[in-house]
């Protein structure tokens, strides 16, 4: 059974009650707006989930892949251009919402099944922590064959889990064609 509650809850409030004020036998003195809870150890453990997820698509890892993930029903798609949304609406699915629901699913199988050499290059990777909550952000490059098939900016929000592991819970990226 699945239990689920909003931030709002009385059961979320009672969770923080049981959050020890004290670590380690000191006071944690809070944080100011603005500032962030961030060690060393979890930002090179955040690096570590970028360069796995970036390995197994070299590799064609899909279970690397999907053990950098919190849960294979993540958000995992890119981010459709109304212009796009609006084609799609008028000629399959009046429904169609800009999302990708089997963008994971789908990407697992192309990478299972590509002969060839694939790459997703990253450059200027930015990551913020702040406790359990983490995000990721960079540009892109996709590249077949060692050539840029789209680019553009990525974005990841990543979380540690219950046994202390950053999980990615969110994958959403921008899409570029180079010109021809």
Not at 16 to 28: D, F, K, R, S, V
Not at 31 to 41: A, D, F, L, M, N
Not at 81 to 95: A, L, S
Not at 110 to 127: C, M, P, Q, T
């Amino acid at each position: 059974m699945r239990i689920s509650f909003s931030l709002f809850s009385p059961i979320f409030f009672a969770a923080l009650l049981l959050i020890p004020a004290t670590h380690a036998g000191a006071q944690t003195p809070p944080i100011p707006v603005g500032q962030h809870s961030s060690t060393p150890e979890d930002i090179k453990a955040i690096n570590q989930v970028v360069e796995n997820f970036r390995l197994a698509i070299v590799n064609k890892d899909v279970k690397l892949l999907t053990s950098q993930l919190l849960n294979s029903t993540i958000l995992f798609s890119s981010a459709v251009p109304p212009q796009q949304i609006r084609n799609i609406r008028e000629k399959f699915d009046v429904h169609f919402d800009g999302i990708f629901t089997d963008g994971l699913s789908d990407f697992g199988k192309f990478l299972a099944s590509e002969k060839g050499n694939v790459e997703e290059l990253f450059h200027d990777v930015k990551i913020v922590q702040d406790g359990n909550m983490a995000w990721v952000n960079f540009d892109y490059e996709f590249q077949m064959e060692h050539k840029t098939q789209n680019y553009g900016i990525e974005s990841w929000q990543l979380i540690k889990d219950v046994n202390d592991q950053w999980k990615i819970i969110s994958v959403v990226w921008s899409v570029h064609l180079p010109a021809k």
